[in-house]
Nanobody, 117 residues
Framework: QVQLVESGGGLVQAGGSLRLSCAASGRTFSMYAMGWFRQAPGKEREFVAVIGWSSGNTNYADSVKGRFTISRDNAKNTVYLQMNSLKPEDTAVYYC??????????WGQGIQVTVSS
């Protein structure tokens, strides 16, 4: 398994920026992807972005393309989500995840992002 700890959330005005971090520990050598989901109040958890741990290939939800950027630092076992031009509808709890072969998906505890209008 992999343990994940998110940081960097908080309150920001619309149009502002935040950078989320997710530090992984444990069986990090076997990770093949890391990414982010989010869940707004009363809504289902939705995909935000993913990055291939070795390849660096990325994929984004349409709702965040052009505004959010996912990146990783393999040496630090950390994935980042740079969020620019934030909108009130980006308000949610953001969850980091890691995918491992034969083990499945590990989740972080979640971190609140609130965007005020």
């Amino acid at each position: 398994q992999v343990q994940l700890v998110e940081s960097g959330g908080g309150l920001v005005q619309a149009g502002g920026s935040l950078r989320l971090s997710c530090a992984a520990s444990g069986r990090t050598f076997s990770m093949y992807a890391m990414g982010w989901f989010r869940q707004a109040p009363g809504k289902e958890r939705e995909f935000v972005a993913v990055i291939g741990w070795s390849s660096g290939n990325t994929n984004y939800a349409d709702s965040v393309k052009g505004r959010f950027t996912i990146s990783r630092d393999n040496a630090k076992n950390t994935v980042y989500l740079q969020m620019n031009s934030l909108k009130p509808e980006d308000t949610a709890v953001y969850y980091c995840y890691a995918d491992l072969p034969n083990v499945g998906r590990s989740w972080g505890q979640g971190i609140q992002v609130t965007v005020s209008s």
